[in-house]
């Protein structure tokens, strides 16, 4: 919280209706000093000053402003809090470890995600109490002590500050995620994807999202049309427990039908040349199951949402090359590609990148 004292300091007293003439010209002239407040009685402001006003500023203040005066005024000081978290570390930390203090974090719902190095393991707490009181709507620091790993994309984590707890709640584009990130994989690095392939599903049409998690790509096109079909499929049971959850409070029961099982054997079973649409967000491994993504479009083809890990110069040429290969081994062909984008840096010189493939 702000500390408050009381200080004494010479101030220009003018009338309200000179208020914002006055303040502008005592900037212009370096005299407004910014750590004090400005104080309203009755028809009057007084405006602080860093110092009493030498005869030519004096005499500037008399000619631009009716009946304005200097006089010494008490004011209230307020010692403010550093506004950010590296405003804090710099005050906190080793000065030759602060380069090292981290700059970017995961927000999801009340909880920060932070990655911190090797060399501030000593100082974990610490940086999770300078998250904690730098972001004002987070109860929860936790910091990854491991890799992402297995078909269920989980990693483990550490609480670094603030309340012990991985569930949350997580808002996004309007809807609400329920959610474990120890138990479910969430990235909201991908807000922007959610919205963007969401946006281009049409009415009437079938989609298979082959890995949903706790549904953001499902419920978010659900809600955004009015007549269509989505079965959100993933290997997961938290996943899914969690999803049908999620479909009952965003309102759309009955448009994503949640499914419980490998994606292989739920195609082969449930969904066989169903899908106008097919969302492969598994960027590890989707490269291996592009034969099933083609046997879940329709006979005459389709759209996928294809994501890949990448490395080298030609991330998105290498994609594509990757992406056209299997589909021909599938026995379907690429018509072209509607867009290529890089979604995000994951490694040095390693990058997530998106193909939206029109499919025959």
Not at 38 to 67: C, H, M, T
Not at 122 to 134: F, P
Not at 325 to 354: C, D, M, T, Y
Request: aromatic share 6%; proline share 4%.
């Amino acid at each position: 919280m702000n500390r408050k004292t009381a200080t004494e300091a010479y101030a220009l007293k003018v009338s309200k209706k000179q208020g914002e003439k006055a303040i502008r010209l005592a900037s212009r002239l370096g005299l407004l000093d910014k750590h004090l407040g400005i104080i309203k009685e009755g028809d009057f402001l007084f405006i602080p000053l860093v110092q009493k006003p030498i005869p030519r500023q004096a005499e500037e203040f008399r000619k631009s402003l009716v009946d304005s005066k200097t006089v010494v005024q008490k004011f209230t000081v307020r010692t403010h809090q550093p506004k950010t978290a590296l405003d804090l570390a710099v005050k906190s930390l080793p000065s030759h470890l602060v380069p090292l203090f981290p700059r970017s974090l995961d927000l999801i719902g009340e909880i920060a995600v932070v990655e911190v190095p090797s060399e501030l393991n000593n100082y974990r707490n610490l940086v999770g109490e300078i998250i904690l009181k730098t972001h004002k709507n987070v109860r929860t620091v936790l910091a990854k002590s491991g890799a992402v790993k297995g078909v269920r994309r989980l990693r483990q984590y550490e609480v670094i500050a603030g309340q012990h707890k991985t569930g949350t709640v997580h808002k996004e584009h309007g809807c609400k995620f329920f959610l474990d990130i120890e138990k479910v994989y969430f990235s909201p690095r991908l807000s922007y994807e959610h919205l963007r392939v969401a946006s281009q599903a049409k009415e009437k049409e079938t989609v298979v999202d082959m890995f949903a998690g706790v549904g953001p790509f499902s419920i978010l096109m659900a809600k955004m049309h009015k007549d269509i079909k989505i079965y959100a499929v993933d290997v997961n049971p938290d996943a899914v427990r969690f999803l049908e959850k999620n479909v009952i409070v965003n309102g759309v029961l009955g448009k994503v039908v949640p499914i419980l099982g490998d994606i292989r054997k739920v195609v082969k079973e449930r969904l066989r040349g169903t899908a106008d649409r097919v969302i492969m967000n598994l960027p590890e491994t989707a490269i291996e199951y592009v034969d099933i993504a083609s046997e879940a479009l329709k006979p005459e083809g389709g759209v996928l949402h294809y994501y890949e890990f990448t490395k080298g110069p030609d991330t998105l040429d290498s994609a594509k090359k990757h992406l056209a290969e299997a589909l021909n081994e599938a026995g379907r062909k690429v018509h072209e590609f509607s867009a290529a984008r890089i979604v995000r840096e994951v490694a040095p010189f390693e990058w997530q990148v998106v193909l939206d493939a029109i499919v025959k």
